[in-house]
């Protein structure tokens, strides 16, 4: 069995937005990177995967420098190697799928794992367009998978209830939370990793299926107001608030 | 100069404060409250191998530096130093047997505690021999092929698997007359004594420990009979790396509650970081945490080095206790009535950061030990 992982680095969740000079991308400027929740789940359920039957399990990454790190912490978690795929991250997800693709193609992967999007970019496009370049079966925004003697079967949450998949491998599977539970690295992970490969490719320079135009923050939180008078002075201007101007009742 | 910790330190910094705010962290008040050590808890932690990082895979270590483990031991300690304790007591435990064990010692105990299977313990002190160990009572005395150890010893932390126990093997020959054995806490004759209801590391057990015709084996002598007061100095060496670093942890925790306190408080309708005199006191308490933090990274480099680090080691030992004490005395006055309520957690951190000056050989021992280097 073997095992592609793609990873992405997101900005922290707590990370303050700024809005670079530019309009149309972020201040880097502070920004925490962290590896895309999502795409943690795809990495745990790839090492539960090696630790229950043997799979020899590739991190790869579309990104510059900053991802190396990222790819380290892979690696310490288990992966046997990690790729860097070195590419202006430009927000366009079929570059990074055609990168993901050219990547793969031929070189066995029985399995191929992403996150089902891209934690800030939203966009859950990645996976998908990697199966379609690749031709393969695809199961999204995965709850629970089992694999059988070259088939799968993934459950999806769907309205009101479970959706079941089945299909052959290889294919593409992309993650939801509650798949599993991701962990952290040991130690030993950490530091074994040093000796573990992490290559470099060159990505191509693809023509930007869609450039992004401009990002802004949402406009800011109006100041709340303080009501005066006594309770029942402030019972009937709240009232007439929720009649009149937020227009609730 | 260099001061960019690697890629390996920053990865186990970013693991241990991890482990500690994801396990640790939740039940830190509770445990404190009800004088509670957990061994579950430590058995979770030690799963990710932090009480080895330093040891070598031999012996069932990560082959890390020094260094990180003294960041480790940082990032934990700033969650709860309590049970870091349990952790660092591999260290007190683990260093001796490392450095003057046999091969067969190595296996059967340091790689419990490295792996941290198994709880260390050094037992060293006694109610007689606080700074002065030479006054040891506890006696060992070799018996055909067993030593029949018999004493008591006090404030000893961890209820541990495996002690170092220091006992008088010749009184003539004073300190030269002082051996160190490796006792199972299983063995016949071992008790703890009573449990000290302690200021602070309330989660962390201490206790009295009495040795009544313990026997062990002769294989059990650790090292050189008449050499433990030697192998005791190196050990409390090393050990006032960890317990700077403990400390160390302390003050960040308590520098950090008070800048987010500091914002948040509003008292004369503006935040009280506004007003000049806490900023200052801020200021203070960030400058010291910075410089102790140096002190203390320096010593655990100076030894991973191989260098000489016993003077450093008593520096940072002493600079980084005492900053500790000022600053988490401080942030307790920044939180003001709240800082001196338990439902805050910037008392405990007060408490907890008390003992830093008084083990691992007092403050004032440890100015012995700086002016003895300047003047020897």
């Known amino acids: 069995m073997k095992i592609l992982v793609a990873l992405k680095q997101v900005p922290d969740t707590e990370t303050k937005i700024k809005v670079a000079a530019d309009g149309r991308s972020l201040d880097p400027i502070d920004v925490k990177w962290i590896t895309n929740p999502y795409d943690e789940n795809a990495m745990e359920e790839a090492l539960r995967i090696k630790e229950a039957q043997g799979a020899e399990v590739v991190a790869v990454s579309v990104g510059g420098e900053r991802t190396r790190e990222m790819l380290r912490n892979a690696l310490a978690l288990g992966a046997d190697s990690a790729v860097l795929i070195r590419a202006l991250e430009t927000g366009d997800p079929l570059s990074v799928a055609r990168h993901l693709a050219a990547y793969a193609q031929g070189k066995g992967f029985d ?139 | 100069m260099q001061f960019e910790l690697s890629e390996e330190n920053k990865m186990i910094q970013k693991l241990a404060r991890q482990v500690a705010e994801t396990y640790i962290a939740p039940s830190v008040q509770e445990r404190d409250e009800e004088e509670r050590f957990d061994r579950a808890l430590f058995d979770k932690v030690a799963s990710y191998g932090f009480q080895g990082i330093h040891y070598q895979d031999q012996y069932g270590g990560s082959g890390g530096d020094y260094l990180s483990y003294i960041i480790a031991t940082e990032e934990i300690a700033r969650v709860d130093v309590s049970l870091c304790i349990a952790i660092g007591g591999g260290g007190l435990g683990g260093f001796p047997i490392h450095s003057y064990g046999t091969e067969e010692q190595k296996q059967k105990y340091l790689r419990p505690l490295v792996e941290g299977t198994a709880l260390g313990g050094f037992a060293l002190t006694e109610p007689g021999a606080g700074s002065d160990a030479s006054a040891q009572q506890t006696t060992a005395v070799l018996e055909g092929d067993q030593w029949v150890i018999n004493g008591s010893k006090c404030f000893i932390s961890n209820y541990a698997d495996i002690y170092l126990v220091i006992a008088v093997t010749d009184r003539s020959k004073g300190l030269k007359g002082l051996s160190c054995f490796i006792v199972e806490k299983d063995t016949p004759g071992f008790t703890m004594g009573k449990k000290e209801h302690k200021m ?28 433990a007061f030697k192998y005791c100095m190196q050990t409390l060496d090393v050990g006032r790396i960890g317990c700077a670093a403990q400390a160390l942890g302390i003050a960040q925790a308590a520098l950090e509650h008070s800048i987010k306190y500091a914002k948040e408080r509003c008292q004369f309708g ?42 450093q080691a008593a520096m940072a030992k002493k600079f980084t206790t005492d900053i500790a004490m000022e600053v988490t005395t401080d942030a307790v006055q920044i939180f003001g009535g709240y800082g001196y309520s338990r439902e805050y957690p910037v008392e405990k951190l007060m408490r907890d950061a008390k003992v830093h000056q008084i083990f691992e050989g007092t403050n004032q021992i440890q100015r012995i030990v700086i002016a003895g280097n300047l003047l020897k």
Not at chain 1, 131 to 155: D, H, S
Not at chain 1, 156 to 170: D, M, Q
């Open chain 1, 111 to 249: 399995l191929l794992l992403l996150g089902h999007m891209g934690f800030g970019g939203d966009n859950g496009a990645v996976g998908p367009m990697l199966a379609e370049l690749l031709g393969l079966a695809q199961a999204t925004v995965v709850t629970r998978l089992e694999l059988g003697e070259g088939c799968f079967r993934a459950e999806r949450e769907a309205e009101g209830g479970t959706e079941v998949i089945e299909g052959s491998l290889p294919a593409v599977i992309t993650t939801q939370r509650g798949l599993n539970e991701p962990r952290y690295p040991t130690l030993k992970g950490i530091i074994g990793a040093k000796k573990k490969p992490l290559e470099e490719l060159e990505g191509t320079a693809t023509e930007a299926a869609i450039s992004i135009s401009a990002i802004a923050l949402p406009p800011a939180r109006p100041e709340g107001r303080k009501l005066e008078g006594n309770a029942a002075a402030q019972a009937a201007a709240l009232l007439q608030l929720l009649r009149e101007e937020a227009k609730v009742i």
């Open chain 2, 200 to 227: 602070g590391l309330r989660s962390a057990v201490t206790t009295e420990i009495i040795l009544q015709d313990v026997r062990v084996p002769k294989a059990n002598l650790l090292g050189k009979e008449g050499e």
């Open chain 2, 270 to 311: 503006k935040p009280i970081a506004a007003n000049q005199g806490v900023s200052f006191m801020l200021a203070d308490m960030a400058t010291k945490v910075e410089a102790a933090r140096l002190l203390t990274y320096q010593a655990a480099w100076l030894k991973q080095n191989g260098r000489p680090y016993g003077k």
